[in-house]
């Protein structure tokens, strides 16, 4: 059991999936407008991520290598429809919001990777514990960026309204606030990380050039002899004499 | 007798200029005076607070940035004075406070701090800032009153068809943001910047003649004298020639490069204008032209003395 506990915190901490893998950027992007709209996605990304990840690595064995990549986008596709056919009977709500970004699941990077890198190398029960702590991971990010992009840009948290319109920063539901929101969030976790790692990579390089302006005199300042003068010898403090 | 000679030699640069960031800055803020006096005078005292708010702002966000992560302070050189100042006057008047406070602040921490401050921002902050803050608030952002009364802008009213009279145009009595009605507010700043040799007539002239041309082409009203003035002291189109493309961190470094990007701004205030769906559109000309401006460089950078013909630098140029 320790193995699937380790699989869920590399999910959902050490490697995840939004912020420090920067994988299904796509969906990242585009649903996140509120934190309702993320956590579906998220939470729907997570259902197919353990499902194919315990099929695919049930199959392995099966599996010849030539040929994985097309077995395992024919798993996940199928495994998206049903879930889709599923969203649009009992969430039609969700089905609605998220629209052409659920069949695109697919094609999700982090889907694919996990199924490439860990599932059809581990046994079942790993893997879909691998599934679940990278699903969640990745809920997480969504949710967390959705809840920002949401407060900003249409002033409430899961649709509760808490900021009047007149302050509404409308530019975060838009392309632009996704990006803005997604590199601020990066950041402040990797400074976070970076702290906890004591401080390896943290705070300012300190690059203070050295004071240039005294070059001129340590280098150059040589005092030059007329030539007969040094041939006088040791004496030269007094100039010579002919 | 001889006497023992002292010879000093020292390193290259011999010869050097008077020019620093601060001097630069500080004739750039004296070049907007006129159009800021101007703009205080014209929309009242409103105008005025909303010119302090974000010079205040600007100021102390960089003030923040710069304590906070341990780096050099550098409000001594002036460039965030610049960067409020601009972006005030690209305010409307009746604005409320916050709006240019935001505005400043996302200028210089995002666009200006977070890439490595003064010199290594890859567009105009100032500018950068209006376009965020157009998009986040269109509604507020294109309100414009005089003494209460709201207004349309004369390029709106171009739009619409009618005719404006130029001499109010000229000389600013017309709605609009803070500084930009004023055209001959702004041409006493540049030329100031021109006679102190602040900036080049490259860009300006390049950019005002071909939208000229531009909108001769395209505007299906040829040349038509009324309209095409209309258009050029209408708008944002002498602030952000003389001011904003002069830019020295956003603007290309080679000759060549900054009468092409002058051209390129001059298209694509054209083409906004006439087939956008807003009247306005240099400021994101301007911004746009910021982010082909290391392209222009890597295209126009002269060849050294010597080595033949020119050739395309491999590595990308300082933007």
Redesign the interface.
Known sequence: MGACRERLYNGVVKENPTFVLMLGMCPTLAVTSSAFNGFGMGMTTMVVLALSNLVISAVRGIIPDRVRIPAFIVIVASLVTIVQLLLQAYIPVLNDLLGIYIPLIVVNCIILGRAEAYASKNPPLPSMFDGVGMGLGFTLGLTLIGMFRELLGSGGIFGLQIIPERFHISIFVMAPGAFFVLAGLTAMLNRLKNRSNGGAGSGGQGTVCGHCGGCGNLLCSVSREEPDHLSGASDAGKGGSV | ???????????SPHGRSSASTSRIMGDVVIALLPAAIFGVVYFGFHAFLVLLASCVSALLAEYAFERG???KLTLSDGSALVTGLLLGLNMPPEIPL?IPI?GSFFAII?VKQLYGGLGQNFMNPALAARC?LL????GQMNSFSVDGVATATPLALIREGERVDLLKLFLGTCGGVIGETSALALLLGAAYLLFRGVISPRIPLSYICSFLLFEMLFAGRGADWQYLLGQLLGGGLMLGAWFMATDYVTSPITKNGQMLYGILLGILTGIFRIFGSSPEGVSYAIIIGNLLVPFIERITMPAAFGTGRRQYVKKASKG
């Open positions: 007798m001889t006497e023992n000679k002292l010879m000093q030699v020292s390193a992560m341990k780096k916050w935001l995002v965020f998009i986040s608030f269109a």
